[in-house]
């Protein structure tokens, strides 16, 4: 159980375009989503949480109009890095919380490379 | 956020156990530990949380001390598949996980 998939697993574009991950709780409805990024040899860092139907809300220092979130349903999330640049590249990973009831946690998906040329 | 402090690399035998130390001496009394792992390119894995009392899964087992400052995960036979970086995450929650930079774990023949 409390499985969670990304789709993408990886892509590459060219500089100026838009780009859609998607997240998807695949065994469990999760109320809310987190997005996270995570550059070479560093530690993962938060980018927005997203509760459905609801706009997300955003880390300090992360663009909300450049990192589109939108959280349609209970079991998928998306995240649109509009006119990516270079520095976009990294490892963009989801997450869903999810679990029973005072023991629920955050799942994590298998992560989208993004590499933008 | 607690305060973390985790040694930054560790070996491990095959088939031995790999235990790995977390400090948080500024973690609250009502603040979870919590315990990921990612491995070489994928997502984090979620292993275990605990708040007060040893705690102990298909995965592993946790051991925290009665002062709450410190904790210890513990992989009673670790095998290559466990090579991983090992995050401690005190004050962790359900809504809230901030990652520092972990232990990475090689576990070798």
């Known amino acids: 159980g409390a499985v969670v998939s990304q789709h993408p697993s990886w892509v590459i574009c060219k500089s100026g375009t838009s780009v859609k991950i998607e997240c998807r709780s695949l065994?469990?409805?999760?109320?809310?989503m987190f997005w996270y990024r995570q550059f070479p040899k560093q530690s993962l860092m938060l980018m927005a949480t997203?509760?459905?139907?609801?706009?997300?809300?955003?880390e300090q220092g992360v663009e909300k109009d450049k990192f589109l979130i939108n959280h349609a349903s209970l079991t998928l999330s998306t995240l649109t890095v509009t006119s990516a640049h270079p520095e976009d590249s990294s490892f963009y990973i989801c997450?869903?919380?999810?679990?029973?009831?005072?023991?629920?946690?955050?799942?994590f998906g298998p992560g989208t490379r993004l590499t933008v040329l | 956020d607690a305060k973390t402090t985790q040694p930054p690399s560790m070996d491990c035998a095959e088939g031995r156990a790999a235990n790995l130390p977390c400090n948080h001496s500024t973690i609250s009394g009502n603040e979870y530990v919590y315990w990921y792992r990612q491995i070489h390119s994928q997502g984090p894995q979620y292993i275990i949380h605990g708040l007060k009392n040893n705690e102990t899964n298909e995965m592993a087992s946790l051991i925290i001390t009665e002062d709450r400052k410190s904790s210890t995960l513990i992989l009673p036979h670790a095998t290559l598949r466990d090579t991983a970086v090992y995050y401690c995450i005190p004050g962790g929650t359900a809504s809230k996980l901030t990652f520092g930079t972990g232990t990475r774990l090689q576990v070798t023949l």
């Open positions: 065994d469990f409805q999760a109320t809310t």
């Open positions: 997450s869903a919380r999810g679990g029973r009831v005072g023991t629920d946690t955050q799942y």
């Open positions: 997203s509760n459905e139907g609801s706009k997300a809300t955003y």
